[in-house]
């Protein structure tokens, strides 16, 4: 059945909600607070880098609207996601602020029932609130569902369309219904469960899988000692069932705009409850003693040859967005300009992104790989982008003050390197 949905927040997260929800034949309104966004949206421009995303909004365009009026959205709909961001703050708390403004903002507008989901990462408990919150407004009966979202920026639309898993928190028969219904063409596993449960379902599958990359970056860094390697390492533990191969490649560290803030957000949980999560401490340190190892690396190599030009491939916290939010690049970058190098960068979608995040000083922000690594004493890659494996890599040498690579993500093999005279050094590698 098709069902009336608004979407409050038109983010990554949103926007694709929306959209995959228009494929799906659902009606839906996306809002969002922001008017320069919505103005792009409603001229079929999308604001953010996302493969796959134009196409279907465009085909399915009549199903789906775009406003900055909350209150039309949310009378018009029977369901209404929140989308809005759940950023950290400072001290690695979770900023409920966007959270809070979005559910009392809906709370005034309920006129009749309605189901409110939750996609937003948010701690446990938040869905209870939002129940307290809209009491008070609205007397009769309405539900309040937790809906976590696992889709990865780069790959969201499949993400959505074809996931692991839809994890459905409710706490009543009617809204389960719905929310059934709404997911019916997709083909996953559904669990259903208690409000609680779904909430910390995603807060333990994303500490799960930054505790992965830790754990594979100290096999690494031993590796390292050991002479041996970390890619083969991964094989070898990742053909193991009870294992998998995913999240066990090597690297300068996690980045992003979910998982720093989620471990962090999960400590600090944890912390509340009164349980000091000493494992997940753990893995947020190893996570930025890799970005720290990385630097030292590089700083080693100018001194042996005598050089300060740097240039850095990749700017995003991974290949197919341009999110550099907690990008393990932006921190590298910013680690050695207080070393006073010189930084040429190139990233093929996150150069717009990044300087905003970046300080000014000593960085060129560069339009092809090439140009960044003219007169570099050193080749940093840093976000594996596919177009990097397709480049000549004579050419870069050639191009280059002195033929140092440093491969931070591992995407080449040091064999054809050597071959063309680079020396070139990965994560944990032989
Ligand atoms: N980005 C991801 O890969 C991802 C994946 C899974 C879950 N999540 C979670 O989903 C949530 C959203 O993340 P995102 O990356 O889409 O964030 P985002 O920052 O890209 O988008 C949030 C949007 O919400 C809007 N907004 C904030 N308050 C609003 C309000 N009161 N009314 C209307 N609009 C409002 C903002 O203007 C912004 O456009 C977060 O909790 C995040 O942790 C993100």
Redesign the pocket.
């Known amino acids: 059945m098709k069902r009336k949905i608004a979407i409050?927040?038109?983010?990554?997260?949103?926007?694709?909600t929306g959209t995959a929800l228009a494929y799906l034949g659902h009606k839906v309104i996306c809002?969002?607070?922001?008017n320069v966004?919505i103005k792009k949206l409603r001229r079929g421009i999308i604001p953010?880098y996302e493969p796959g995303l134009d196409k279907i909004l465009k085909k399915h365009h009549k199903n789906i609207d775009f406003t900055?009026d909350?209150k039309d959205a949310v009378k018009k709909s029977e369901v209404i996601f929140i989308?809005?961001?759940?950023?950290s703050k400072k001290d690695g708390r979770i900023e409920m602020k966007?959270?809070h403004?979005?559910v009392r903002?809906i709370a005034k507008e309920v006129q009749d029932y309605k189901v409110i989901v939750n996609?937003?990462?948010?701690p446990v408990g938040a869905g209870e609130w939002t129940q307290k919150e809209i009491k008070k407004y609205y007397k009769s009966k309405f539900s309040v569902v937790s809906n976590?979202?696992?889709?990865?920026?780069g790959s969201?639309v499949k993400d959505f369309l074809e996931p692991d898993r839809i994890i459905i928190g409710v706490e009543d028969e009617k809204a389960k219904e719905i929310m059934l219904d709404i997911y019916s063409l997709i083909k996953a596993p559904k669990i259903i469960t208690d409000v609680k449960s779904a909430e910390l379902i995603?807060y333990a599958a994303n500490a799960f899988l930054a505790t992965k990359i830790s754990f594979i970056n100290e096999i690494a860094n031993i590796c390292e000692r050991a002479k041996a390697d970390v890619k083969k390492v991964a094989e070898g533990i990742g053909l193991d069932k009870r294992i998998g191969p995913k999240f066990l490649n090597a690297g300068i560290g996690y980045g992003?705009?979910?998982f720093p803030?989620?471990i962090d957000g999960l400590i600090q949980i944890a912390n509340y409850k009164k349980y000091n999560f000493q494992l997940l401490n753990a893995v947020v340190k190893v996570n930025e003693n890799q970005q720290k190892l990385f630097v030292q690396k590089i700083k080693k190599i100018l001194k042996r040859v005598n050089g300060n030009t740097i240039c850095i491939w990749g700017l995003a916290f991974k290949p197919n967005t341009d999110?550099v939010?907690k990008s393990p690049a932006i921190e590298i970058i910013k680690q050695l300009q207080k070393l006073n190098y010189k930084i040429q960068t190139y990233d093929p979608v996150a150069v717009e992104n990044a300087t905003k995040e970046l300080p000014k000083k000593n960085i060129k922000f560069c339009k092809n790989p090439f140009e960044a690594v003219k007169n570099a004493d050193v080749l940093a890659l840093v976000t594996e982008w596919p177009e990097f494996s397709e480049l000549d890599m004579r050419k870069v040498k050639k191009l280059m003050r002195h033929p140092y690579f440093l491969d931070g993500r591992n995407q080449f093999e040091s064999k054809e390197l050597k071959k063309l005279g680079f020396y070139y050094e990965g994560i944990g590698r032989r």
């Open positions: 409050i927040g038109t983010g990554y997260v949103g926007l694709t809002v969002d607070k922001n966004k953010i900055t909350l989308c809005v961001g759940t950023p966007y959270f403004l979005a903002d996609k937003s990462t948010v976590p979202e696992f889709l990865r920026e969201a995603k992003g705009s979910c803030k989620d999110d939010r």
